[in-house]
């Protein structure tokens, strides 16, 4: 009798969110006859509505349109050994016509064989494969030329994510120019002055920090070490200990009752973190990068850790990494690094991105006061430099919070490859309130660089696919350099006229 009754219950109850229903199409019509006789009566039943043809063009209407309801019915009768074995056959003649399909379209290009005991077995960087495609001889280039062919994306080179980050741009990079080297002697004179001239690194510092100084131009910037050289080695000595003193004192308590929701998130987090890059992925990086955030979280307790501040310490971890190492840090393996090192870049990364944060700290308090505050003004921002967008989002019922929180809340970190990420970062660490105020003009500017996209997109749907899913793979120096040159201007126009995008 409760077996019946449970029965009659996902009957009547068959409609009801968490059901499976049926999909049919015209390669793969209902494989069980009495799955068909429903489908015609539910054809039948709505043959006499009109049919909708056009796609779902607001919010709301995209979610009428859209069910993840399932629609389980009879699965207790269901003949399931017949409805795998026909599957399997679709499943089979589905994947021959792929790959009959790809062995047509595809050549495989004869790359040359390079032998295992040639790799060096001391070296401390390995080289990544991106790197190497990067260095081919020209006759490899020719011979790889039918693939890119059928490539949708630009013809560009493979860009390392992280490894020359400074002098890298998205049409490769040549040797440094005469400009560069004169630029990095001027940033090595104001480093090694008695009391360097902050106003003067900062204006430097705004087009690009060349690699080889940009460890200590991020620690002067961030105001982790003072101007005066003589104090620099005993600050650095000091707050390191400190930091480490912390640890000795609060690490512990990660298991301890009112900390353990805290430390599973950052435990949970901590993976996520720029997962195609295998260098985060080392375990020894990621307990590394627990340990910060536990104990930034512990000092903090207003706002205590969030998802997405662990984003913020990669740029820090990256670039002071790249003090020790040569070349390409993508691919490098930590532990060929003493522990006095390790400690060493650990500690700064967390001094570097507090300060950052101290001065973003209400966009991760309860409510996130700050990041509304921040997407409201990109909103009224966009409206008045591009009604045309903005009118746009409003006619397809697209909120800017449902694209810009993100933006916000990871300083754009996930919308740019992170060699992207610590050029923009050498430009904020030279703008006066740069990750807080400075940033509303960068989004505005990055989102206005997309308008032909956007403008594109006529539905709700498609748009923000396109807003959390823009192609800035193959972005470099010059791409920011633009973006930056552009946000200097809305910031000229706007930022010392408010009524100029008030309504």
């Known amino acids: 009798m409760a077996a019946e009754s449970s029965k009659q219950f996902w009957k009547r109850s068959a409609k009801l969110p968490g059901s499976i229903q049926p999909v049919y199409g015209a390669q793969h019509p209902p494989l069980d006859p009495r799955l068909t006789k429903n489908f015609i009566k539910e054809r039948s039943k709505i043959s006499t509505l009109p049919m909708k043809n056009k796609k779902a063009s607001s919010f709301h209407e995209f979610a009428r349109n859209t069910s993840d309801a399932w629609d389980i019915g009879d699965d207790e009768d269901e003949d399931f050994p017949s409805f795998q074995t026909l599957n399997s056959k679709v499943a089979k003649a589905t994947a021959a016509q792929v790959l009959e399909n790809h062995s047509r379209l595809r050549v495989k290009p004869e790359w040359p064989q390079v032998a295992l005991n040639e790799a060096p077995t001391n070296c401390k960087v390995i080289k990544s494969n991106s790197e190497a495609q990067l260095s081919r001889a020209p006759e490899d280039a020719c011979v790889c030329n039918p693939l890119h062919k059928q490539q949708s994306l630009p013809l560009r080179p493979i860009i390392p994510l992280v ?34 001239d ?90 590394i990068f ?38 390409d840090v993508e691919n490098f393996d930590v532990t060929n690094l003493s522990q006095d090192v390790m400690r060493s870049i650990e500690a700064d990364s967390f001094w570097c991105m507090s300060k950052l944060l101290d001065g973003i700290q209400d966009n991760y308090t309860f409510a996130q006061p700050g990041i509304q505050k921040k997407v409201k003004a990109l909103e009224e921002l966009v409206s008045r430099i591009d009604e045309q967008v903005h009118n746009h989002f409003r006619k397809y019922e697209v909120e800017y919070l449902q694209f810009a929180f993100r933006w916000m809340n990871n300083l754009l970190m996930r919308e740019l490859p992170l060699r992207c990420t610590i050029r923009l970062w050498d430009t904020y660490q030279s703008e006066p309130e740069g990750f807080s105020h400075f940033h509303l003009y960068v989004c505005a500017a990055f989102l206005i660089k997309w308008r032909k996209e ?43 006229a408010p009524n100029h995008y008030r309504r």
């Open 163 to 196: 490894a020359r980050i400074s002098d890298q741009n998205a049409s490769g990079a040549p040797p440094m120019t005469v400009r560069e080297k004169t630029r990095l002697e001027k940033f090595r004179q104001l480093l090694s002055s008695h009391n360097t």
């Open 198 to 287: 902050l106003d003067e690194l900062r204006k430097c510092s705004w087009p690009g920090v060349p690699r080889e100084v940009r460890p200590v131009t991020w620690r002067l910037l961030s105001g982790y070490l003072p101007a005066s050289m003589e104090r620099r080695k005993l600050t650095l000595q000091r707050k390191r200990e400190e930091y480490f003193g912390f640890i000795e004192q609060y690490y512990d308590s990660r298991n301890e009752e009112h900390h353990q929701d805290t430390y599973r998130q950052i435990h949970i987090d901590i993976p996520r973190t720029n997962p195609l890059i295998p260098l985060f992925q080392q375990p020894l990086v990621q307990e």
């Open 290 to 327: 627990e340990r910060i955030l536990f104990i930034w979280a512990i000092r903090h307790p207003a706002s205590g850790y969030v998802q997405g501040i662990n984003d913020l310490v990669t740029p820090f971890f990256v670039v002071f990494l790249s003090e020790y190492v040569e070349e």
């Open 454 to 496: 956007i403008l594109d997109e006529e539905d709700f749907q498609g748009l923000l696919m396109l807003l959390q899913n823009l192609p800035t793979i193959h972005w470099g120096n010059e791409e920011i350099g633009l973006l930056l040159a552009e946000a200097y201007r809305l910031k000229y126009m706007f930022a010392d």
